[in-house]
């Protein structure tokens, strides 16, 4: 494991490249865009360094669609891990599992491809944003069904005030910034 960075120099780097947008993507949302944070070498780099810092040994990390698969894949490199991503539906030719949740403004699905988990493995679960918690816990689940050990999940932001932490209570839950 690498050094924690100071999480205090981290927001100080991370809280003016995170843009708000408000009404997307529907009215009454505030959408907050990590684009910039993702643009920006050196904040992209203290980022995938801050969510492993305190990462137990994994065997494999799960990036969520679609902003989960830029941490993910850089985290899972840095760890010396593998990579699996958990996609909406329709965009996997072979699908072992499918679960449904509620999102802020609606309801969606993930689903696993077939034969990319193994029983047995350990697995970090990385998406951008934690918001209402339902995303994570649809990936937690898909994972523990295909017999692997959720770690615990790491995300860049937590958006406090939908309380998503408490969907997933008596989970490891490690948020790089809370607004």
């Known amino acids: 494991m690498r050094p924690s960075p100071d999480m205090d120099d981290l927001a100080t780097l991370l809280l003016p490249l995170v843009r ?3 009404d997307f993507p529907q009215p009454g949302v505030l959408f907050q865009d990590l684009a910039p944070v993702f643009a920006d070498a050196t904040a ?31 985290a899972a490199y840095a760890l010396g891990a593998g990579v699996v991503g958990v996609r909406k539906p329709g965009k996997l030719p072979v699908v072992c599992d499918r ?6 403004y609606g309801v969606a699905s993930l689903e696993l491809a077939h034969g990319v988990l193994r029983p047995a493995q350990r697995a970090l679960v990385v998406d951008d944003v934690l918001a209402t918690g339902g995303t994570a816990a649809a ?3 898909l994972v523990e069904r295909a017999g692997v050990m959720v770690s615990g999940i790491a995300v860049l932001l937590e958006i406090g005030s939908l309380r ?15 607004l």
């Open 164 to 178: 998503g932490r408490d969907r997933l209570a008596g989970r490891v839950v490690h948020a790089l910034l809370t």
């Open 44 to 74: 992209f780099r203290a980022v995938v360094d801050a969510l492993i810092a305190s990462t137990p040994k994994v065997d494999v990390v799960v990036g969520v669609e679609a902003r989960g698969f830029l941490l993910g894949a850089a």
């Open 139 to 141: 990936t937690c689940a």
């Open 20 to 22: 708000e947008v408000p």
């Open 99 to 104: 679960e449904g949740y509620a999102l802020e």
